[in-house]
């Protein structure tokens, strides 16, 4: 993902490096009727941005909605912390996600979400999951969407998109139960896969944690015009926020200890080696001195003149050899 260049303040720079087509859905709904790009009576408005390309429409349209340059600039800036700010007669926020494909790669969701006069703007960079099957729900008329105001569907995507970050955590949670049966009974060496595991929990972490900060920066929140009407359900949505950032603690805990249960391992295998390798030279130390001593050159050295002094001499350093062995494992050191 390319970074922001150094620019003034309210200049739009796409970061995205998804390059989809940029394509714009207004979804009018109310009890009864759902159109796509046709205004019926009594609705409520759903402008489903998909694919950041296309600036400048991107841009009219929300300028035409008097949205602030600030925000328009925040939405196409897909390094932005996640986020839940306060605005003018609405709310803005930018929430991530990240979900394992078929193939165990990570997928990074970015979405911006706008509630600004009753009127409910999303934007992705590509194709989203968790949109589509809201646009179902919408379609289907399943559950309280058709029922309910703009703010209740800010609501339903936002419960939607951390519904999707618990179940990527419980992966998260099975993963960690396998590698430590790995690390602990296998003793495994290969730990790349929890080193790409460590980074996905870590930005987790970071992006619920900066979700909680941002509420709590905000004044009487749930006393908001907005908010007021579904305030359980926005409490709801928080207690899962606050539940899953207690789980990713856990989770960034159990990561520390399987990287030190793994050094642990890695330690163990070189001591087993060392160990080894001391013992071979604590019993080779004597026999190399009763060897040194047999090699010298004196006139009048015993067993050397001796018919079965060569065996003397091994029967002398097996008796070492086994002395030493044995004073080993009375010891517990093999």
């Not at 394992?100 to 006069?117: A, G, I, Q």
């Not at 003793?187 to 900066?210: C, G, P, S, W």
């Not at 060569?310 to 050191?333: D, E, G, P, Q, S």
């Amino acid at each position: 993902m390319e970074f922001k260049k150094i620019l003034p303040p309210g200049t739009v720079f796409n970061t995205s490096e998804r390059k989809k087509e940029t394509e714009i859905k207004r979804i009018f709904y109310n009890e009864t009727k759902v159109a796509i790009d046709q205004s019926i009576d009594n609705s409520r408005l759903w402008i489903k941005v998909t694919g950041l390309t296309d600036t400048e429409k991107i841009v009219d349209l929300l300028e035409s909605g008097q949205v602030d340059i600030l925000i328009i600039e925040d939405i196409f800036n897909l390094t932005q912390r996640a986020k839940i700010e306060e605005i003018d007669n609405g709310f803005f926020a930018i929430v991530k996600t990240t979900s394992l494909t078929n193939v165990n790669e990570y997928f990074h969701e970015y979405v911006s979400l706008l509630l600004k006069d009753n009127v409910v703007y999303t934007f992705t960079d590509h194709d989203s999951k968790t949109l589509d099957i809201i646009e179902k729900r919408i379609e289907n008329n399943e559950g309280k969407l058709r029922k309910k105001n703009a703010s209740y569907l800010f609501y339903a995507i936002l419960d939607s998109i951390i519904d999707r970050n618990i179940l990527f955590e419980q992966d998260i949670n099975k993963q960690l139960s396998n590698w430590e049966e790995k690390i602990i009974y296998e003793k495994t060496k290969n730990i790349e896969f929890l080193h790409e595991l460590r980074k996905e929990v870590l930005l987790m972490k970071t992006n619920i944690f900066a979700i909680n900060s941002s509420i709590d920066l905000i004044h009487d929140f749930y006393q908001n015009q907005y908010i007021l009407e579904f305030k359980k359900y926005y409490k709801d949505l928080m207690d899962h926020i606050y539940r899953l950032n207690d789980r990713l603690v856990i989770d960034w805990e159990n990561l520390k200890t399987l990287y030190e249960m793994h050094i642990n391992n890695v330690n163990e295998r070189t001591n087993s080696i060392m160990k080894v390798l001391t013992i071979f030279s604590a019993i080779f130390i004597p026999l190399s001195f009763m060897a040194g001593v047999f090699g010298m050159n004196f006139v009048h050295m015993p067993l050397l003149q001796d018919t079965n002094g060569i065996w003397i001499f091994i029967a002398i350093c097996a008796f070492i050899v086994i002395t030493m062995l044995f004073y080993f494992n009375h010891k517990k050191w093999l």
